[in-house]
């Protein structure tokens, strides 16, 4: 600044930013007056109005009893919602942000038809849950899968005083118990009695065939299940498993089978084409959906040379049956024993 | 160089290429599935040498004879081509990194320096996310890779070529150009995460889906700028006394530098789209052939190519060794001992090998 420029300049620049601060100011203080507002609009559920549940990370949680706007934060959750018939209770289902796909980053083309998901509001979970979305919705009750950031699902809780119910099943089992939690929370209905009977019987059913294939003496099959191929010439080629621990081994082993990757170090392996060929699987089965089919297994390292794939022992399967832990894992439980004993008939 | 030395150097280069041929056959051995050495050995033998062995190769190995083909199947078909990837790509990494260092008179110089990796790799990106070309992907995706590779590597002749280049900012063009491709990268990866692990695999490096067509795409893609490469030793050593000097003793620095710089830019591209980005090797491998046989960049260059493919080997079966059942991509276990290398070097005693200028 030179020494003759008039003094009055620094306060004209000093106006505008003032007029900032103040804009701000007042930005700010309507952010804090509509969490307040609607802190204040929402006040603690009432014993007496809820029901109290334990869910699966073995936290006791008060929600409202028969919720009328539940958001549901994954597609296993979004599963048992269905079967149950409690559709309609659902305001806010989870999505990938758009770069990642949306809705279809989340959910197969199926899923989305079947259980009429375009309509419902999105809820941005991957690759960060976005709690603006899920206010949004203004949910009585959040259901969430475990892959989902618990830590922030907490905090959100506790900020806005709407209770977060963790579906994380350890077991097949635990598929069921979920579905019984549900049903603790909507109340009993025909629906909910007929879909657990129905898991329950699928699931005995498996012990059966187990007991029966011990009793006639019958080999087990050996198992090659991937949900994922990476194809030959790229750097990494080889096929994505379930290793030990992990659903897929559990739904391999219920449906009679053994996992050829059942001893390998991690519970989702990623096998070469050579490890494939070795362990000579007699049936391999591959997950379809999320843009991978028949051929993209084909362009998966030595798949043609696989004795199960040339010998026609090879069979595709909607891939989330696989990969979510829902109902629909156990209801595909007799299709799996279809696939590695054909001579068995219905189940 | 006088004659001894010289001879004492091809001296060393010669046990360096015993040792690598010794890692050859060893690498055979070894892979993620166990079979056998006596059945492997038979299997190789069946195949070079023709059916010399009666009843085939797992005569006697009391294996069936369904399994004896999947064994076949895995040497033959997996295993050696891998390793051929590996010292394909390895020499190749390692003759440019020696060919680079000594154009450039700088020991930090390094193929990836030049941007070809984030090049490569964006280019592979964009068959990952974008799944163009998937059909055939064991030719389509190293094409991407190579097309993304000798783009970055285009601009840095480009700019080569250019009156005002000079070392320095030849060398920070291609840091540039890393940094434009690897922002690219990202860009492109934010439109599908599902390419998101494999391109992170792919940029660790790997040999695992070799095949024995790529493995003869990377020898003609190799071999041919490897040995016009090898052709310019005389002309580096000329180079490390000065361009002024070179120049006086009739060599061209500047053409020498465009096309030293276009040979390993070939070189680069072609095992960076066949095996994903190993780092270091380039790096490396010059610094321990001049250690072993010296100076002289008609030695350097060939032993560098031979110390690439060892350590590239080396690396792969470490990883087989030391994580069996896991598929860990080559680039791991070479970015551990390349980093440690590179430590080395920033912080040893200047003067012992000539220093900075020197090279």
Not at chain 1, 57 to 65: C, F, H, W
Not at chain 1, 227 to 255: K, N, W
Not at chain 2, 150 to 158: H, Y
Not at chain 2, 311 to 327: S, Y
């Amino acid at each position: 600044m030179s020494l003759n420029q008039p003094e009055a300049r620094p306060t004209r620049r000093g106006v505008p930013l003032a007029l900032v601060i103040v804009i701000l100011l007042v930005v700010a203080g309507a952010s804090v007056g509509g969490t307040a507002l609607y802190l204040e609009l929402r006040p603690a559920a009432s014993p007496s109005s809820g029901v109290t549940v334990t869910d699966d990370l073995g936290r006791t949680i008060s929600v409202p009893r028969d919720p009328a706007r539940v958001a549901v934060l994954g597609p296993n959750v979004m599963d048992s919602m269905f079967l149950l018939g409690l559709s309609s209770h659902v305001v806010g289902i989870d999505c990938s942000n758009a770069t990642l796909g949306g809705l279809e980053g989340d959910y197969t083309p199926g899923q989305v038809a079947n259980w009429s998901l375009a309509s419902i509001p999105c809820i941005t979970a991957y690759p960060a849950l976005s709690t603006a979305d899920l206010l949004a919705v203004n949910p009585d009750v959040v259901l969430a899968s475990s892959v989902l950031p618990i830590a922030q699902l907490e905090e959100f809780s506790a900020t806005y005083r709407i209770p977060v119910v963790i579906f994380d099943p350890s077991t097949l089992g635990g598929v069921v118990y979920d579905v019984e939690l549900l049903t603790s929370i909507f109340g009993a209905s025909s629906t909910s009695v007929a879909l657990v009977a129905q898991l329950q019987a699928v699931l005995g059913e498996s012990s059966s065939l187990l007991t029966n294939l011990s009793n006639n003496g019958t080999p087990l099959r050996s198992v090659f299940m991937t949900y994922y191929p990476v194809p030959a010439g790229s750097p990494d080629a080889g096929y994505y498993t379930f290793g030990p621990g992990s659903f897929g081994q559990s739904l391999i082993e219920l449906a009679g089978g053994t996992n050829v990757a059942g001893s390998a170090p991690t519970a989702d392996p990623e096998l070469s084409g050579s490890q494939v060929l070795a362990a000579n699987p007699g049936v391999v089965i591959y997950g379809v959906g999320f843009g991978v089919d028949l051929a993209s297994y084909q362009q998966g390292p030595d798949w043609t040379a696989i004795p199960a794939v040339a010998n026609g022992n090879v069979t595709g399967v909607d891939v989330t049956w696989m990969t979510e832990v829902d109902p629909a894992m156990i209801l595909a439980l007799p299709t799996f024993e279809q696939i590695l004993y054909p001579g068995l008939g219905p189940a | 160089m006088s004659a001894a030395p010289r001879r004492s150097a091809l001296g060393r280069t010669l046990i360096l290429v015993g040792a690598l041929a010794a890692l050859v056959l060893a690498s055979t051995l070894l892979g993620d599935v166990r079979i056998p050495a006596g059945v492997v050995l038979a299997i190789l033998g069946q195949h070079l040498l023709g059916g010399i062995l009666p009843g085939g190769p797992c005569a006697g190995a009391s294996i069936s004879a369904t399994q004896c083909r999947v064994f076949d199947t895995i040497v033959w078909s997996n295993y050696v081509p891998q390793v051929l990837l590996g010292v394909l790509v390895g020499a190749a990494l390692g003759m440019s990194g020696a060919a680079l260092q000594g154009t450039f008179r700088n020991p930090l110089a390094d193929p990836y320096l030049l941007g070809l990796s984030s090049g490569a790799a964006f280019g592979a990106a964009l068959l990952f996310v974008f799944h163009v070309g998937v059909e055939d992907a064991d030719l389509v995706l190293p094409l991407f890779a190579f097309a993304g590779s000798l783009l970055s590597g285009a601009v840095v002749l480009l700019a080569a070529r250019s009156p005002r280049s000079s070392v320095t900012t030849l060398l920070l063009t291609g840091v540039a150009m890393s940094s434009f491709f690897s922002a690219l990268l990202v860009l492109t990866l934010l439109y599908n995460p599902t390419g998101n692990l494999q391109v992170s695999f792919w940029l660790l490096g790997g040999l695992e889906g070799a095949t024995w067509i790529q493995d003869g795409i990377v020898f003609a893609g190799v071999l041919i700028p490897g040995s016009v490469l090898a052709l310019y030793g005389r002309s580096l050593n000329l180079l490390q006394l000065g361009p002024d000097v070179a120049q006086s003793l009739g060599v061209d620095a500047r053409k020498t530098r465009v096309r030293v710089l276009l040979l390993a830019s070939i070189a680069t591209s072609v095992a960076v789209a066949f095996a994903g980005v190993i780092g270091f090797v380039g790096l490396v491998a010059p610094h321990v052939v001049r250690r072993i046989a010296g100076f002289d960049y008609r030695v350097v260059l060939s032993g560098a190519a031979v110390v690439g493919a060892t350590f590239v080997l080396g690396a792969r079966d470490l990883a087989l060794v030391v994580f069996p059942g896991i598929e860990v991509p080559v680039g791991v276990p070479m970015a551990f001992a390349g980093a440690l290398f590179f430590l080395y070097l920033l912080y040893r005693r200047p003067g012992r090998a000539g220093g900075w200028g020197g090279w």
